[in-house]
Nanobody, 121 residues
């Protein structure tokens, strides 16, 4: 069982930055960030595996950075050049299996409660 708790969301203006944090209990090979905007399906933003290999959605490449500190049981998402379209609830997630870390909702077992990010123009 892995428990996850996100923090760091908030309201920023377009072009601003935020850093999301996720503290987790237990070990998970794959961890990631997903988001869900009102009226839309949950979508993958970025994932990271136990070797620190990362995967990003095309829409955030070059602007968002996922990282993890396994010693502290922490997962981070540093977001720069934020746009109004990035407004969503952001969720931390974990997958206990070794292997690929896909940007696919069904692949993940554990989810946090989410932290809201609002970007105004």
């Amino acid at each position: 069982q892995v428990q996850l708790a996100e923090s760091g969301g908030g309201s920023v203006q377009s072009g601003g930055s935020l850093r999301l944090s996720c503290v987790h209990s237990g070990y998970a090979s794959c961890m990631g960030w997903f988001r869900q905007a009102p009226g839309k399906e949950r979508e993958g933003v970025a994932t990271i595996d136990h070797t620190m290999a990362t995967t990003y959605a095309d829409s955030v490449k070059g602007r968002f950075t996922i990282s993890r500190d396994s010693a502290k049981n922490m997962l981070y998402l540093t977001m720069a050049s934020l746009k109004p379209g990035n407004t969503a609830m952001y969720y931390c997630t974990a997958r206990p299996y070794f292997g690929l870390c896909p940007l696919s909702v069904p692949a993940y077992t554990y989810w946090g409660q989410g932290t809201q990010v609002t970007v105004s123009s």
